[in-house]
């Protein structure tokens, strides 16, 4: 059974770091796509940070440039989000999203979230 589970949110205060973890399990994921993706409170979800497994190319949001980071544990099916200085309006519930890179080839799985709140 396929199954994405992320970890590792909390409260910090501006200025903090926090690490997000994203299992995956139940499924081949080698040829998927890997975004972090956040909904704020009364607004859309948004795109946070990607990678592809099959070139480790990276893409991020603008707002977080510089400051997340996405990775992958070569050892495991884990994926990490490092976040540093933080700030409130990064106040979301944070999800991990499995894509297939060629449309159609595979399912989209989603985990459950981590709630980050940023808040002194």
């Known amino acids: 059974q396929a199954r994405v589970v992320e970890s590792g949110g909390g409260m910090v205060q501006p200025g903090g770091s926090l690490r997000l973890s994203c299992a995956a399990s139940g499924f081949a994921s080698a040829n998927y796509a890997i975004t972090w993706v956040r909904q704020m409170p009364g607004k859309e979800s948004e795109s946070v940070a990607s990678i592809l497994n099959t070139s480790q190319m990276r893409t991020y949001r603008d707002s977080v440039k510089g400051r997340f980071t996405i990775s992958k544990d070569n050892s495991r099916p884990t994926w990490y989000l490092q976040m540093n200085d933080l700030k409130p309006e990064d106040t979301a519930i944070y999800y991990c999203?499995?894509?297939?890179?060629?449309?159609?080839?595979?399912?989209?799985?989603w985990g459950q979230g981590t709630q980050v709140t940023v808040s002194s």
């Open positions: 999203n499995f894509r297939p890179i060629i449309a159609g080839a595979g399912n989209d799985y």
